[in-house]
Structures are given as structure tokens and as C-alpha cells.
């Protein structure tokens, strides 16, 4: 029975949820004055692996309460694809989400969710976190940009709003992307540490905030698979 209330708990923070304060220490910035702004951003591309899998741990809060899960995602930047899985620490599957450009599919292991919540809504929300967080982490070519005093910021035109990218740091590496309407921030990505696997760079310390839906969501890499 603990086990089910677990699982419903997990749901109900990605629709729900409160805030947390961010479990990670502060990314050490340094003067980008002397930087070339698109250097910045073609080295950080080439970098990054356009296909790939993790294995990692996530501390979910919303309304007080924290949950800890592991999940497994795999994500193509070429396809505009990815897919997770969230499993317990006791290694009990609780959903699988896919998504590739507009199709979703997704299956939960758990009967009684579903006459709690909506299905698909939950696994939209899924996916579309992990796009966020995963996909599109480099800006247009013709982005905005400005030089603030540690960081250099890249603003596109995006839906209602306005996308942000900062870079700055060790390696000068993206370190929060950003999407707002109007002064608000609907959501942001943070990233705090990166670890490095056959000349490619993968995030290992995330903290994703939903502000409209009011949770979050801290990520620590486990584990390169692929």
C-alpha cells in the first residue's frame, strides 16, 4: 500500500507540486569580456552527443513532500525524440514516456492511477521536461546576444515568449536556459556540472523548476550507458 501512495505522490507532483531550495553549490563564474560570443556556443556544440543514454537519480518536490526516484532517458537531438522511464529505488517500474516530434506514447505500471489522473496529460508533461532539459540546448544562430559580466546571454523569439540561454564557468558551458512571457519565467534549467566520456560532455547536476505548475526537479547523473 506505502508503495502505491508513493506512486500517486510522484504523479501528482508533476501536475502539482511546491518548491525546493537548490541542492547544488553555485557554478564558480569569471569575467567573459574577452570571449567570442559565437565561439562560445560552436564549441559548446561540438561537445555534446546528439544521441544518448543516462541512467540517473531524481529528488522530486511539490507541496512539502519529496520523492526520490531513478530514471532512465534516452535522447536524439536529430530526431527531436526522447523517452524515460521512472522506476522506484526498489527498481519498480512506474511509467515509460516516448515522444518523437508530435507522436507520444506512454504506459503506466500502476492501475489505480488511472482513475486518479489524466494519462496523457501526465506523460505530455514528462516529455515535455525532458526536452527541456535534454533538447535544444543550443541557441539560433541568430539569437540576441549579450555580454553581461560573467556570462554571456542568448535570447530567441520562442511560442508566447522569449528563450533564454546563459553561458559562463568552468569551460563556458550552458549553464541555465530559460523560458519566459513577458517578465515572468513559465520554466528554467540549470545546469551545474558537467562530466566528460569520450570527448563528449554530458550534464551531471540539473535543477529544473516549473514555476506555473509549481515543482521541481533535482538531477544527478548515475550513470553514461550509451
Known amino acids: 500500500m506505502k508503495m502505491n501512495q508513493g506512486a500517486m505522490f510522484f504523479f501528482a507532483g508533476l501536475l502539482l507540486g511546491g518548491c525546493a531550495s537548490v541542492p547544488f553549490e553555485p557554478v564558480k563564474l569569471s ?13 559548446f556544440k561540438e561537445k555534446l552527443a546528439n544521441h544518448f543514454s543516462i541512467l540517473e537519480s ?5 507541496r512539502g513532500r519529496e520523492l526520490t526516484a531513478l530514471g532512465y532517458s534516452e535522447v536524439d537531438e536529430k530526431a ?11 527498481g519498480v517500474k512506474l511509467f515509460e514516456v516516448k515522444a518523437v516530434k508530435d507522436d507520444l506514447k506512454y504506459s503506466f505500471s500502476l492501475p489505480q492511477i ?24 543550443v541557441p539560433l544562430v541568430d539569437a540576441t546576444v549579450l555580454m553581461l559580466k560573467d556570462k554571456v546571454c542568448y535570447r530567441q523569439a520562442s511560442g508566447k515568449g522569449v528563450l533564454e540561454f ?8 550552458l549553464i541555465e536556459k530559460r523560458y519566459r512571457e513577458g517578465r515572468h519565467t513559465v520554466w528554467s534549467v540549470r545546469y551545474f556540472e558537467y562530466q566528460a566520456q569520450a570527448s563528449k560532455i554530458y550534464p551531471s547536476k540539473i535543477f529544473y523548476e516549473q514555476r506555473d505548475r509549481k515543482y521541481t526537479l533535482a538531477l544527478r547523473l548515475k550513470e553514461i550507458l550509451a
Not at 58 to 62: E, F, K, N
Request: proline share 3%; net charge neutral; charged share 25%.
Open 80 to 90: 527531436n525524440a526522447a523517452a524515460v522511464a521512472g522506476v522506484t529505488p526498489l
Open 31 to 43: 569575467s567573459v569580456e574577452s570571449l567570442d560570443a559565437r565561439a562560445v556556443v560552436t564549441n
Open 114 to 137: 488511472k482513475n486518479e489522473m489524466d494519462h496523457e496529460k501526465i506523460a505530455k508533461a514528462v516529455a515535455d521536461d525532458v526536452r527541456r532539459i535534454y533538447l535544444g540546448r
Open 166 to 173: 546563459y553561458f559562463g564557468g568552468p569551460g563556458n558551458s
Open 58 to 62: 531524481v529528488v522530486i518536490h511539490y
